[in-house]
């Protein structure tokens, strides 16, 4: 994990196609490192979690390119890697499990459906207000360790057909709907970090399983 950040770092400093091209090798040795710690994952995950397919560790990884069309920030790499292990053939818009390594402090731990489109959040939403407080007992036994926190993206109104004053207003104003663990680079550097990450996955795999069920044809 040492050698991933130092890459990251040093890619931050120095954003450029004339610095990857040079450290093109030393990337594809990372990158493997990478792909073995997501093959790792799902093999730790697949004990107490059933992915219902042969979900493969290239699969679980994004890009290192930028897509910069549509951004004004040209810069053409990501200064991070991230881990996506979905309980789903399908990927994008589906609840996960998610490892984002970034060096200064920025890295965290998730269990999320991030930027739903609105056919999934209209699903979610709905079963919200039917199903509230199975969610709840969920996300209050996850949060009650301190550790993690309620992603709060939300917005700014009631999203139509529900009332204001409906007693779960925030649950149903969220954009996303993530539990998260901020991680420190001294703590992904541990020895035990491996151990320690299963562990939180475990522990959040509840909230993925709710929001998966939710979606289930």
């Not at 399908?90 to 731990?109: A, E, V």
């Not at 459906?113 to 979610?124: A, E, K, N, V």
């Not at 309620?150 to 207003?169: C, F, M, Q």
Request: charged share 35%; net charge positive; aromatic share 14%.
């Amino acid at each position: 994990m040492k050698e991933i950040l130092k890459f990251l770092e040093e890619l931050e400093v120095n954003n450029n196609r004339e610095w990857f091209d040079i450290n093109r090798e030393r990337y594809q040795s990372i990158r493997k490192e990478v792909l073995a710690l997501a093959g790792r994952l799902i093999k730790e995950v697949s004990k107490f979690y059933d992915l219902g397919y042969d979900l493969k560790a290239n699969n679980c990884i994004f890009r290192i390119n930028r897509d910069t069309r549509f951004s004004k920030d040209k810069t053409p790499y990501k200064t991070n890697f991230g881990i996506e292990i979905t309980p789903t053939w399908k990927r994008g818009w589906l609840p996960c499990f998610y490892l984002h390594i970034q060096p200064g402090n920025q890295s965290f731990i998730a269990g999320w459906l991030y930027m739903p489109d609105s056919r999934t959040t209209g699903i979610i939403r709905g079963w919200i207000d039917k199903k509230w407080k199975d969610l709840k007992k969920i996300i209050d036994k996850i949060l009650k360790s301190e550790l993690y926190i309620l992603y709060d993206e939300s917005v700014k109104t009631a999203p139509r057909w529900y009332k204001k004053d409906n007693p779960n207003i925030e649950l149903l104003k969220l954009k996303h709907w993530i539990v998260e663990r901020p991680v420190s680079d001294k703590e992904i550097k541990w020895e035990d970090f491996e151990k320690e990450l299963v562990k939180d996955f475990k522990k959040i795999s509840p909230f993925v399983e709710w929001l998966q069920d939710q979606l289930k044809d």
